[in-house]
């Protein structure tokens, strides 16, 4: 028999490993995801799960996805310049899969997050170093898509830069601004696209704190504990701090 292993995460005591398998909770967008998933796989893409549908516990069950994971505050090898190609390579070869997905909607689907517009590809939504995995100091295989949406490219760009930089309020903005440009160039931005980097990620940021808002009131216990635990005022923190240095940053990329 298979032994049951805790995955630790965001949500303490839910996601387990079982064999080479990994069982978690479900929601109403779950089967919208799966459908997403399994089209990848179809087209020859191993970077994320596979799905294996949900359990009659309510449970999705997706394959495992091998490499290490980590969180903040992000170990020295995560922060260096091959780290930031890496990240930006795995979500170019994400997007340009993910882009095929787009004329198969159907405007009925579930989606946890939003749409956000124009519609360019299947945003992941949460590109962050937690759900991404590493293997050979390599971003390798991409986890976790509960906030799997459509929308523009610049949207899923932005907030993999805020995470993977990382840039918030405590940083140093010069070495962020360097390691922005990285990320951009890496993945192939073009210049106009540059310019609005700041204006759709503070947009992204402040439609992540009304998200956490509304889920909290909702009965969501999960941002509850997030919004005690003081997430959303570090967001707002890094809003203010990204506009007030939103003209030395739009520069320094270009």
Not at 98 to 118: A, G
Not at 142 to 169: E, N, Q
Not at 207 to 232: V, Y
């Amino acid at each position: 028999m298979d032994s049951k292993e805790e995955l630790i995460g965001g949500r303490i005591g839910k996601i387990h490993k079982i064999g080479e398998t990994v069982v978690r909770p479900s929601n109403k967008w779950t089967k919208d995801i799966h459908c997403f998933l399994q089209f990848l796989h179809e087209e020859g893409v191993d970077i994320v799960p596979k799905p294996f549908g949900i359990n009659e516990k309510k449970e999705e069950i997706l394959s495992f996805i091998p490499g290490d994971v980590f969180n903040y505050p992000l170990p020295e090898k995560l922060l260096i310049d091959s780290m930031i190609v890496s990240s930006s390579k795995l979500l170019l070869k994400f997007h340009k899969y993910s882009e095929r997905y787009v004329s198969r909607l159907t405007n009925y689907e579930q989606w946890m997050l939003p749409v956000s517009y124009p519609i360019e590809v299947m945003c992941h939504g949460d590109f962050a170093p937690y759900n991404v995995t590493i293997v050979n100091n390599e971003a390798a295989g991409i986890i976790d898509f509960d906030t799997l949406h459509p929308g523009p490219k610049m949207w899923d760009i932005s907030y993999a830069i805020y995470r993977w930089v990382p840039f918030d309020s405590h940083g140093n903005l010069k070495e962020q601004i360097r390691k922005a440009k990285l990320f951009l160039d890496t993945y192939g931005v073009d210049s106009e696209s540059k310019t609005s980097f700041i204006s759709i990620l503070i947009a992204r940021l402040n439609s992540l704190t009304d998200f956490m808002r509304s889920e909290a009131s909702n009965g969501n216990k999960d941002f509850q504990l997030h919004i005690e635990e003081g997430h959303i005022q570090l967001y707002l923190d890094d809003i203010e701090y990204l506009k007030g240095n939103e003209e030395e940053i739009t520069l320094g990329i270009k």
